[in-house]
């Protein structure tokens, strides 16, 4: 899947992100969600994001949007700081080049309106059509569902959203994307809550895109096995920590962080005997805070030292595009 590198869109640097708790039991009731998260997007090019519940995937995606602002560190976009980008015309812009498709393609959908108006907002308010020409904006709108394998075009833009299935909903969301034009597409769980049946065509679709319309794409998701098939890039995440990433072949073929491997054996394999046990899956997740020391995985790890509990390790390069955060592999 190692293909060249085209131009860098996106870059986070030493990503940091704290919210507020509530406990009597810390003395600065703040969790830390990302700790010291770096990476980078380029045109046509995908990175999927990994890691269960809690880890920080989401957290940064809508770092990415504007929905969050970082506690420390940096995200730049076509390098530009996105915290200097205020103005109103600065900020549409943004959001016409970055745009999100959402888990829940039954929520992120306005049940009173039909499936036209839907295409023609984003149309309209980012004046990617005449104002006022009516037949320009059909035609512009039936393509676009045609684009995204929404056919009869014109049949499906009459109807409402309780009238689609929930692929036939997450097509509408990326017709959304293309319509205005976005050079990135932030997926968060985008086929979680799909029929299993049809989660490969949504992932086909984004594929595409990526490819025709020259996107660079993040993929979150808890699958190690459809982040392979998606993207590039891979970045493992855990506790709010990127622990592994680099080359998504080369991780899932050869992975070395003890998460990473935890992750990769949890994939269903039929030459595998299903009473197999996944070794490192005992122990509770911690929650981590500005105050936290150490590796987050030292308490579910088979190869935890006093060392790794003590501070986190550094990252060592182990190809040209592979890294890992772990004392096994320190020169």
């Known amino acids: 899947m190692s293909k060249a590198f085209g131009e860098l869109l996106i870059e986070g640097k030493n990503l940091v992100k704290d919210f507020p708790v509530s406990s009597n039991a810390l003395k600065n009731p703040m969790m830390r969600a990302i700790n010291d998260v770096s990476f980078k997007m380029y045109k046509s090019r995908g990175l999927s994001v990994v890691g269960e519940s809690g880890s920080g995937k989401s957290t940064t995606a809508k770092m990415i949007a504007k929905m969050y602002a970082p506690t420390d560190g940096v995200i ?20 016409e080049g970055v745009q999100m498709v959402w888990q829940d393609p039954f929520g992120s959908l306005n049940p009173t309106h039909n499936i036209f108006h839907h ?32 056919i009869p075009p014109k049949k499906t833009a009459a109807k409402f ?9 997450q097509r509408v969301n990326l017709a959304r994307n293309i319509a ?43 699958d190690i096995a459809t982040a392979r098939y998606i993207a590039e890039d891979l970045a493992v995440m855990y506790v709010g920590h990127m622990v592994e990433w680099g080359d998504t072949d080369e991780i899932i ?20 005997s299903i009473h197999t046990k996944l070794k490192g899956n005992k122990g509770e997740i911690p929650l981590w805070t500005p105050e936290s020391v150490g590796c987050p995985f030292a308490g579910r790890c088979t190869h ?27 020169n």
């Open 119 to 150: 295409i023609a907002r984003p149309l309209l308010i980012h004046k990617k059509v005449t104002p006022g020409n009516k037949k320009e904006l059909e035609e512009r709108v039936y393509d676009l569902l045609e684009q995204v394998g929404l």
């Open 304 to 330: 935890v030292t006093e060392k790794c509990k003590e501070r986190m390790p550094g990252v060592t390069k182990l190809s040209d595009n592979h890294f890992v955060r772990c004392y096994l592999y320190e």
């Open 180 to 222: 205005v034009g976005a050079e990135v597409v932030l997926a968060d769980e985008p086929t979680s809550m799909l029929d299993v049946s049809i989660r490969a065509g949504v992932l086909n679709l984004m594929e595409e895109m990526k490819f025709e319309k020259e996107m660079s794409l993040l993929y979150i998701t808890h």
């Open 253 to 272: 073929h050869d992975p070395q962080h003890p998460y990473t491997q935890l992750l990769v054996s949890a994939v269903p394999d039929p030459s595998k």
């Open 161 to 169: 959203p309780h009238q689609l299935s929930g692929g036939q909903r």
């Open 76 to 95: 730049e976009y076509k390098g530009r700081d996105i915290q200097d980008i205020v103005k109103k015309n600065d900020l549409m812009s943004y959001r």
